[in-house]
């Protein structure tokens, strides 16, 4: 009961020290539940552990990174994948009581998809089990099950071997904020992908993208789980290139809206009978800036200059859209400019001319994105939406003003009166006092 008083007369000085032993207790937390871990993992009665873990440290490491991956916590340990007598006294031959050693590259698909393939066994753990069957019809996959191409990555390349985390682990080879390191390990290295003629400056050219800035936090209040790295184009165990008639779909996994207008298109026509223009002829493949409005003109790549001269009606069309959306931006940032007056000069809620703007600037987005049906009136629909958000924000914002001078007035009146009444008071005491 005397906490509360004490706690009101001065929160901060007391709820500061409570946060921070609690940020302490959740840091201790978080390494015991580690170093818990690897000691019940290292516990299990295993010789293949026991042995490994009394060789020195290149060797025991491998026990240690097991003791800390996902596989430990079912457990699947040693022998699941290395086979032997996990109970043996002796030092495991190669060919003796099961013991196949470090298994080759080619059989490695197979022998994570003794367990990945198992669908009562993987149903516990809501995992998924077509992963080889993806792996088996990819690029990696063919060049190593079909051509014994050993350079190509397989299971073990891109999850780990021993130490195989889950995907939402933010240490995970595989993690959403990794993945695309994790491919530039090869995709960047020169003298590994001459041979087949592929670039090695994805990694650089996606970290300057939109998509790469909005997942490495370098744009504010974006969420970096809804922007694809390399899986979220190319797939995740199937890992193909994008084709002709692939990019767009693959697009179109996030950009529902832009499909809606795209399909209805001159370009989606084009597309089915000339395979081009794809997404990646205006946007880039790799290095996706954000869009603009000059794409719509120039003559640079990815304008619409590049395929159209400035007498053609297509370019003088995309002049027309540029144009509407620019004026819709305008009207916009006016319409966010009077709200900041409103901020500045009154002292009033102003939640109901937010909405009116959330408003307008949802039918610029719209608009934006209707630019991909290549039709002016489509576009113009749209931008009539903003102004009139934009109208009735200015309404409201007008009617706030004249509330604000009516009281202005009224409160200068009513000061008037007081004055006026101070005033009359003070002569009749003059009066009383000087006998007038």
């Given amino acids: 009961m005397r906490l509360l008083p004490l706690l009101s007369a001065n929160p901060a000085r007391h709820i500061m020290p409570l946060l921070a032993h609690v940020f302490a207790l959740h840091i201790l937390s978080a390494f015991i539940l580690v170093h818990c871990q690897t000691a019940l993992a290292l516990t299990i009665q295993n010789s293949c552990l026991n042995c490994h873990l009394g060789l020195r440290p290149e060797l025991a490491q491998y026990a240690h990174q097991w003791a800390m991956s996902a596989h430990a916590l079912v457990p699947v340990c040693c022998e699941e994948c290395h086979g032997g007598n996990p109970n043996s006294p002796k030092t495991p031959r190669i060919g003796e009581e099961g013991f196949t050693g470090i298994p080759s590259k080619q059989a490695i698909p197979a022998l994570c998809n003794r367990c990945h393939a198992d669908v009562l066994y993987m149903r516990k753990y809501d995992i998924r089990v077509d992963e080889e069957n993806q792996y088996e019809n990819s690029v990696h996959g063919q060049q190593l099950l079909k051509k014994n191409n050993p350079d190509v990555a397989c299971c073990v390349d891109c999850h780990g071997s021993h130490d195989i985390r889950k ?68 797939g995740i165990h199937s890992g193909k290139p994008a084709g002709v008639t692939q990019v767009a779909d693959a697009c179109y996994n996030c950009h529902l809206n832009v499909k809606r207008y795209f399909q209805k298109s001159i370009h989606s026509l084009l597309l089915k009978k000339n395979q081009k223009p794809r997404c990646i002829d205006c946007h880039g493949y790799h290095d996706i800036p954000r869009p603009s409005e000059d794409l719509f003109t120039g003559e640079t790549g990815f304008h619409c200059g590049s395929c159209h001269t400035p007498e053609s009606p297509e370019y003088q069309n995309g002049i027309q859209i540029r ?59 749209i931008v009539q939406d903003v102004y009139k958000s934009i109208s009735t924000l200015d309404q409201q914002v007008s009617k706030h003003y004249q509330e604000a001078r009516k009281r202005k007035q009224w409160l200068a009146r009513v000061l008037l009166l007081i004055s006026a009444a101070f005033s009359l008071i003070a002569y009749q005491r003059h009066r009383l006092k000087t006998g007038i």
Avoid at 170 to 187: E, G, K, L, Q
Avoid at 216 to 223: C, E, I, L, P
Avoid at 324 to 344: C, D, F, P, W, Y
């Fill in 167 to 234: 995907p939402d682990d933010p240490r995970s080879r595989v993690n959403h904020s990794r993945i695309a390191y994790t491919c530039a390990r090869c995709h960047s290295d020169i003298n590994r992908m001459k041979p087949y003629g592929l670039p090695t400056d994805q990694i650089v050219k996606y970290k300057k993208s939109y998509h790469g800035k909005v997942l490495y936090q370098k744009v504010d209040s974006k969420n970096t789980r809804l922007v694809p790295s390399c899986p979220g184009c190319h």
């Fill in 323 to 381: 144009a509407l959306i620019e004026q819709a931006k305008r009207v916009t940032e006016t319409g966010q400019s009077s709200i900041n007056q409103v901020k500045r000069h009154l002292d009033i809620d102003i939640s109901s001319l937010n909405m009116k703007m959330d408003d307008a600037l949802e039918s610029l987005n719209q608009a934006i994105k209707a630019t991909h049906s290549q039709d002016v009136q489509t576009v113009s629909l």
